[in-house]
């Protein structure tokens, strides 16, 4: 079943929506990763991992800096992902990630994942469809072995059209502290942009379970998709405290201050 399709990417917020509802968010969110910590008494509470995939262009470095935004940069780490180095590749395609998996009382955030391996692997033909085919089961038991262990995973699709991946491509290729981030292969991948909904719409249908769902968001609003991102990973702990015998505490209001947004 097609979950991109019918997406709605009319979702937006106002500037002055975005600042509130993060302005209650942030508090609880800071809260919530003290507690994992043991920061707030009480021993360690479970790892944290949240995975970011999607589109390029489609807004996952902004999403990540709001979501580490009011936290101490002590306590969470964030790694990125690109093509596997020559060493990398002499080992099985989950090895270079299991040095950036969080600890009891850790957090990570992946810009992202082991999930190349079904989606530009697949797509380039860097691996052989007998691997990626089996990657499915791989990844959902690694998967499942983290989460079985007390790890909550949350995982992230940021989806956009076709239309606004060209015109923030064309953003990004007129100013000079951007330009950077946009690279001939972003453009190569255009032309197989079929290719890659049909691989993505795959992997969503088949590494999407109960110890580590999929969340899609509806990224055509930055706004929108970085008050979803903290929200839903609010949620995402409380439930997977719940689930692993963790009281999540009470909610206090602590002011935390917002960033400029882009």
């Known amino acids: 079943m097609a979950r991109l399709d019918p997406l709605d990417l009319g979702l937006k917020l106002s500037r002055s929506a975005e600042e509130k509802r ?11 990763r003290l507690t994992l910590g043991g920061q707030l008494g009480g021993g360690l509470g479970p790892a944290l991992l949240v995975v970011f995939e999607g589109w390029d262009a489609s807004g996952k470095g902004g999403c990540i800096k709001h979501l ?13 992902f690109g093509a596997p ?46 691997q990626w085919q089996r990657a499915y089961r791989e990844i959902v038991d690694f998967e499942r072995s983290m989460a079985l262990e007390g790890m909550i995973v949350v995982k992230f699709w940021l989806h956009i059209s076709v ?33 890659y909904l049909e691989a993505a719409e795959e992997m969503l ?13 509806e990224a055509e609003s930055k706004r929108f998709a970085r008050v979803k991102v903290v929200e839903t990973t609010i949620a995402a ?25 882009e």
Not at 101 to 119: I, Q
Not at 165 to 182: G, I, N
Request: charge should be positive; hydrophobic fraction near 35%.
């Open 163 to 195: 239309e606004e991946q060209a015109r923030r491509f064309h953003r990004r290729e007129t100013d000079p502290l951007k330009r950077w981030k946009l690279t001939d292969e972003d453009w190569r991948n255009r032309a197989r942009i079929d290719d």
């Open 205 to 217: 249908d088949r590494t999407d379970h109960e110890h580590a769902p999929w969340h899609v968001v």
């Open 68 to 80: 580490v935004a009011p936290l101490d940069p002590r306590h969470v780490r964030v790694a990125q």
């Open 237 to 261: 702990i409380e439930d997977g405290m719940r689930t692993r015998g963790f009281d999540p505490p009470e909610p206090i209001e602590t002011p935390v201050k917002k960033p400029k947004a």
């Open 85 to 130: 180095t020559p060493d990398e590749k002499r080992h099985h395609f989950l090895f270079r990630f299991v040095p950036k998996m969080p600890g009891w009382g850790g957090m990570a955030v992946l810009d992202r994942s082991w999930y190349g391996r079904v989606l530009v692997e697949r797509v380039e033909g860097y691996a052989t469809v007998e």
């Open 22 to 32: 993060l302005a209650k968010a942030w508090p609880r969110l800071l809260q919530l």
